[in-house]
């Protein structure tokens, strides 16, 4: 088996528990996985206080602009008009990277695990009771710089106000209005689960960790990635994610200790599955690698992003055609990724097939999350439009040439 680029976990949205309900007690994290001395100060806080916290302007856009929306409508209702009308925050979303409440607020724009982040922090400032669910979705994965993303989906729910009296107790589960950020017919076919208010600050961490890595400040990242295993070590994507970094790092012994703690929690991760096959190549414990490499084949026999791969090395080799085929296949098990509409664009393009690359390049527009990559496809599709008007324009210069001749014979 070929053995990938390195995997790791990136939540892209989370959840957490109305107020009041009880928590599931949590183990204790591992802590004999981490190697403070090996990496540097962080350059950032990482506190877990920051995700969530009201900022001044956050709390003057609550008490002054939604005023007249709460009055109307109630705090509930007034509250989500206030936050998700187009004549308020207006606000955007975009996966690039993940911010707190308050830079969510600051930028307009944020993942879904940001936005969830805001919502929730406003919620709690209205004194309304707040249910964080994490979303069972198809597995999506990306790539960047190497390192492999899963991504994962959150929602908030958030209940009618909490009665201020301490004369009267409330049974049961308030009326809940879901929030979500994906369209409802890819949510309403879907299941979730609630989690707790920890889980989602340390999907927040990971989130962190995961984007510094991807910077190449593995010092950051690991000072993030061991947060979040303290704020919610149920929350394994965080050890996968120090197993990573310390692969980056060199320090291959550590990271099979943090694989091993999924592994033994979750058996087939086949994220962690993944990194111990090359954790273990590079300690040359080929064998026992080769060992977790079939075991892996057998629960995911075409790894991500195998048909793009062939599809690029088949374009260097001007196969267009072959190209073509292999990145359909990639589109048609993971059509939410950009860059695999953007390179079927490209090889129906050098086919000659015009109007076939100004569709992808659409479909790479319509899926692309973040501000950068709707601005970079949005160009390309705008080339492609004047393209193909000039190519009419042609067109039609060539049907008006011969009429012209015969007019004046």
């Known amino acids: 088996m070929k053995i990938r680029a390195l995997v790791l976990v990136l939540a892209l949205a989370g959840a957490a528990v109305l107020s009041g309900c009880a928590e599931v007690p949590v183990s204790a994290p591992r802590t004999d996985v981490f190697l403070d001395a090996a990496f540097k100060p962080a350059s950032t806080s990482v506190s877990a206080d920051e995700a969530m916290k009201l900022s001044p302007a956050m709390k003057?856009?609550?008490?002054?602009?939604?005023?007249?929306?709460?009055?109307?409508?109630?705090?509930?209702?007034?509250?989500?008009?206030?936050?998700?009308?187009?004549g308020r925050l207006q606000l955007d979303y975009d996966s690039e990277i993940t911010r707190t409440a308050a830079e969510a607020f600051d930028a307009r724009r944020g993942n879904c695990l940001s936005l969830v982040l805001m919502t929730a922090a406003f919620a709690k400032h209205l004194n309304l009771p707040v249910r964080l669910n994490s979303v069972y979705l198809e597995e999506s994965w990306t790539r960047s710089n190497g390192i492999f993303f899963v991504a994962g989906h959150v929602n908030i729910s958030l209940g009618r106000p909490q009665p201020r009296t301490q004369?009267?107790?409330?049974?049961g589960d308030p009326e809940l209005l879901t929030i979500d950020f994906l369209?409802?017919?890819?949510?309403?076919?879907?299941?979730?689960?609630?989690?707790?208010?920890?889980t989602i600050v340390a999907m927040f961490q990971n989130n962190r960790a995961a984007e510094a890595l991807m910077q190449g400040r593995i010092d950051d990242a690991y000072w993030w990635a061991r947060a979040a295993i303290l704020t919610d070590s149920r929350w394994?994507?965080?050890?996968?994610?120090?197993?990573?970094?310390?692969?980056?790092?060199?320090?291959?012994?550590?990271?099979?200790n943090a694989l091993r703690v999924v592994l033994d929690r979750e058996p087939l991760n086949v994220q962690a599955m993944s990194n111990l096959v090359l954790v273990l190549s590079d300690l040359g414990r080929r064998?026992?690698?080769?060992?977790?490499?079939?075991?892996?084949?057998?629960?995911?026999?075409?790894?991500?992003?195998?048909?793009?791969?062939?599809?690029?090395?088949?374009?260097?080799?001007?196969?267009?055609?072959?190209?073509?085929?292999?990145?359909?296949?990639?589109?048609?098990?993971?059509?939410?990724?950009?860059?695999?509409?953007?390179?079927?664009?490209?090889?129906?393009?050098?086919?000659?097939?015009?109007?076939?690359?100004r569709g992808e390049i659409a479909k790479a527009l319509e899926n692309s999350a973040t501000v950068h990559d709707r601005q970079m496809y949005g160009a390309k599709l705008a080339w492609l439009n004047e393209l193909r008007a000039q190519q009419n324009e042609q067109g039609q210069r060539r049907l008006r040439e011969p009429l012209t001749q015969r007019a004046g014979s």
Request: charged share 25%; no cysteine; hydrophobic share 45%.
């Open 236 to 256: 394994l994507a965080a050890y996968n994610t120090l197993a990573v970094l310390y692969r980056r790092k060199g320090l291959y012994g550590p990271a099979e």
């Open 167 to 171: 004369l009267v107790t409330v049974f």
């Open 287 to 357: 064998d026992e690698a080769q060992v977790w490499a079939n075991q892996l084949a057998q629960i995911q026999p075409v790894p991500p992003y195998k048909f793009f791969d062939e599809g690029v090395a088949a374009m260097k080799a001007g196969e267009y055609a072959t190209a073509r085929q292999l990145f359909r296949k990639e589109v048609s098990r993971a059509a939410y990724v950009p860059e695999f509409h953007f390179w079927l664009a490209l090889a129906s393009y050098g086919l000659g097939d015009l109007p076939g690359a």
């Open 183 to 198: 369209p409802p017919e890819q949510i309403k076919r879907n299941r979730s689960r609630v989690v707790d208010e920890s």
């Open 60 to 86: 003057y856009f609550a008490e002054h602009e939604m005023a007249s929306e709460i009055r109307a409508k109630g705090v509930r209702e007034g509250l989500i008009d206030a936050l998700y009308t187009k």
